[in-house]
């Protein structure tokens, strides 16, 4: 394996996908949360995982992030093998993962927890810049810089939680469920940022109970069924076809409201 000087992995040839996965396999002791799925995300791309509860999203995120061990298959960003290792080399190599609910350090400041997640070596390599990038991209970030995260709106967490893992330079971010539990304006200015990350390069894979809102933002879109890919498409085809979507996602599973976790 190679590294360029930002620390992200080479070995990809030009126009391979950043993110490759295939044949992904994930267990909870016993129980198979993944079988066997496979998808591409090209660079600058957003890709959604959709899907009912339990049906194995959350569990594919971790799993490319190294939090849950993959049995089997394989995972590959900028073309280089990245299953098996531990969470902060993959960070290192260049995915950040913004978890379901957030999971900030609700004691700490809006700035000790964006240095938090600028503590790997691929963060530390331009702190400033890094700071300066998220605090233009969520400006109130900046007002309530020296506050404690707890003193944030759900919205202001959510959009910490984002600036956090972006301070490690992700060249593709994996976002756990950004819009639960949030006002439906906040969700719009969410996601607006979100597609304006994508302008400034950064390549995502979304997974998001708000499945119309989500396939109106991505490029594609894979619909999992009990730990297996069983739909895919472009995202527009997909949003039109809500009758089918709706056979796997449950009643009114492509409106936006539905909840989708898991």
């Keep these: 394996m190679t590294l360029d ?65 993959p049995s089997a298959g394989e995972v590959r960003l900028g073309g280089v093998p990245i299953q098996g290792k531990p969470p902060e080399e993959i960070v290192s190599l260049g ?20 240095r938090l997640g600028a503590s790997s070596r691929r963060g530390r390599a331009d702190y400033r810049a890094s700071t300066e990038r998220v605090l233009q991209l969520f400006p109130v970030l900046e007002r309530r810089y020296r506050f404690p995260a707890r003193t944030l ?54 997974v998001e109970q708000n499945v119309a809102a989500a396939l109106e933002l991505a490029d594609r879109g894979y619909v999992l069924q009990t730990g297996k890919v069983v739909l895919s498409g472009a995202a527009a085809t997909l949003l039109e076809s809500g009758e089918l979507l709706g056979s796997y996602l449950g009643a009114g599973g492509s409106g936006p409201g539905s909840r989708g976790a898991g």
Excluded: W
């Excluded at 992904?24 to 009912?52: K, M, N, S, W």
């Excluded at 950040?96 to 400041?109: D, K, M, N, Q, S």
């Excluded at 439906?184 to 979100?194: A, R």
């Design 95 to 114: 995915m950040g993962l913004v978890p379901e609910r957030r999971r900030l350090f609700t004691a700490l400041t809006v700035e000790e927890n964006l």
């Design 153 to 206: 709106s759900g919205g202001e967490q959510q959009m910490l939680a984002i600036g956090r893992t972006l301070m490690a330079r992700p060249q593709v971010l994996l976002l756990d469920e950004p819009s639960l539990g949030l006002a439906p304006k906040v969700v719009e200015q969410l996601f607006s940022l979100i597609g304006e990350l994508r302008d400034q390069g950064v390549t995502l894979v979304l």
């Design 5 to 69: 000087p930002s620390g992200s992995a080479k070995g990809a040839s030009p126009g391979d996908p950043v993110l490759r996965v295939t044949g992904l396999t994930a267990r909870y002791g016993p129980i198979t949360a993944v079988h066997g799925i496979g998808f591409d995300v090209a660079e600058r791309e957003i890709v959604t995982l959709l899907g009912a509860n339990g049906a194995g999203k959350s569990t594919t995120l971790n799993a490319l992030m190294g939090l849950v061990k």
